[in-house]
């Protein structure tokens, strides 16, 4: 008989935040959470797929193994870089 884990997923666009509970078998990936959140089907015109993730803040590879309690979380492109952003912010007098 296998354990079930509980783990987060999160995902944040610029209109939206979402966190999903997602419960999963002992030995699963990042994958396998990210199958099983349905997260994609929320977020057809994003390629989930594609997506870097991380657990916690740490960039991880897809294939890592998930434990009880951890917080999965995809990283969308930035729309821009923040220097440049902060660079234009001041152009036009505002920090």
């Not at 296998?2 to 966190?19: F, G, I, M, P």
């Not at 803040?57 to 969308?76: A, C, F, N, T």
Request: net charge positive; with cysteine; charged share 30%.
């Amino acid at each position: 008989m296998t354990d079930s884990l509980t783990v987060e997923l999160v995902l944040a666009t610029a209109e939206k935040q979402v966190l999903v509970a997602v419960i999963v078998d002992e030995g699963a990936s990042v994958a396998d959470v990210i199958a099983a959140s349905g997260i994609q089907s929320r977020f057809p015109c994003l390629e989930i797929g594609t997506m870097p993730a991380g657990i916690w803040g740490k960039p991880v590879p897809k294939d890592r193994i998930v434990r009880h309690g951890d917080r999965v979380e995809l990283y969308r492109p930035l729309e821009m870089d923040p220097r440049k952003a902060r660079r234009q912010r001041a152009r036009a007098g505002k920090t």
